[in-house]
């Protein structure tokens, strides 16, 4: 069983920065794909970042060059570096975990355990 804590939400001005950060539990962490997702109020959760094991990075089309997904296997940690902030990105951030083999990262069913979620509020 593998848990995941997010933490780092917040409310934050748009332009502004916010770091979300994915604590995870299991001694197999460094196998694991890790990805971001998110759900605004009325919507689907969708995509927005994955890192592989290999360190392979994927973003969503909406906030490459804005975000980093980064992961620390030392410390079991899968952070989402979050820049030029905007109310678009108003959301809960969700961290998730996908066991090997690798599947399609932006897919919610490759995804074996998810975190409770972390709220992200950028005002206008």
């Known amino acids: 069983q593998v848990q995941l804590v997010e933490s780092g939400g917040g409310l934050v001005q748009a332009g502004g920065s916010l770091r979300l950060s994915c604590a995870a539990s299991?001694?197999?962490?460094?196998?694991?794909?890790m990805g971001w997702f998110r759900q605004a109020p009325g919507k689907e959760r969708e995509f927005v970042a994955a890192i592989r094991r290999s360190g392979t990075t994927y973003y969503t089309d909406s906030v490459k060059g804005r975000f980093t997904i980064s992961r620390d296997n030392a410390k079991n940690t899968a952070d989402l570096q979050m820049n030029s902030l905007t109310p678009e990105d108003t959301a809960v951030y969700y961290c998730?975990?996908?066991?090997?083999?690798?599947?399609?990262?932006?897919?919610?069913?490759?995804?074996?355990?998810w975190g409770q979620g972390t709220q992200v509020t950028v005002s206008s």
């Open positions: 998730a975990a996908a066991l090997p083999p690798p599947g399609d990262y932006r897919s919610r069913a490759s995804y074996n355990y």
């Open positions: 299991g001694r197999t962490f460094t196998t694991y794909t």
